[in-house]
């Protein structure tokens, strides 16, 4: 079982639509983080958070650290966040390593 | 802004070629990752290194190799490419401190054939 699992695998929406993905982790962690990968390889750190919950925009991120579980929601979808998201968590002591999930594809249609 | 650089966006080798993979950082960054991604199999961690001359395996470190030779640089080596080594390639860097983020570059796509 992977220690980090992200759902839906994959996902499409329609534009304006709130999209929600979710991420659950089996292992103790320091942090969790939310990256975007756009087509073509780039990935950017979107948040990075240990507890409750950060806004930046129309992309929430939230974490549940008792129940090991994070969502981020994006509200007033757009074809441009059509983008590879992916789930990843710190774990202590491990000198900045991360353990990543399979990322969850979402496309955003017109 | 942090910049990680990656020598090449995409390289074509031969089979048995050794291969240089390249990443620079300029923000000082003590730590600095290689991963391969690959579909279905998400990112994976090939090596790491936490400072110059240190170097850490990874999950997938068999036939690659890694230099740092200065705090700025780390190198990927793949001493013999194979055709199973036909993926993207992806560096990163970050602070060292447990939890920092790490920042990525564009990649690199390396077709062996």
């Known amino acids: 079982k992977n220690e980090v699992e992200q759902s839906p695998q994959n996902l499409t929406a329609q534009e304006g639509e709130f999209i929600t993905i979710n991420c659950s982790y089996s292992?103790?962690?320091?942090?969790l983080h939310w990256l975007q990968q756009h087509p073509g390889g780039g990935i950017v750190s979107l948040f990075m958070?240990?507890?409750g919950k950060k806004k930046h925009g129309r992309l929430i991120a939230t974490i549940n650290i008792q129940e090991k579980h994070s969502s981020l929601h994006i509200t007033a979808s757009h074809p441009r966040d059509s983008a590879v998201y992916i789930c990843a968590v710190s774990v202590g002591g491990s000198q900045g390593n991360l353990i990543f999930g399979k990322g969850t594809k979402l496309s955003v249609k017109p | 802004d942090v910049k990680v650089t990656q020598s090449s966006r995409y390289l074509v080798k031969r089979t048995g070629e050794k291969v240089f993979l390249e990443c620079v950082q300029d923000m000082d960054h003590e730590n600095m990752f290689w991963y391969r991604q690959d579909p279905g199999l998400g990112l994976r961690l090939i090596y790491f290194s936490y400072d110059v001359k240190m170097k850490e395996k990874g999950d997938i470190p068999e036939g690659y190799s890694v230099s740092r030779e200065k705090k700025e640089r780390f190198s990927l080596i793949l001493e013999s490419a194979s055709t199973n080594q036909t993926s993207m390639y992806l560096c990163?860097?970050?602070?060292?401190?447990?939890?920092?983020?790490?920042?990525f570059g564009a990649g690199t796509r390396l077709s062996v054939l």
């Open positions: 990163a860097s970050s602070l060292w401190t447990v939890g920092n983020i790490q920042y």
């Open positions: 292992v103790g962690i320091s942090a």
């Open positions: 958070l240990s507890s």
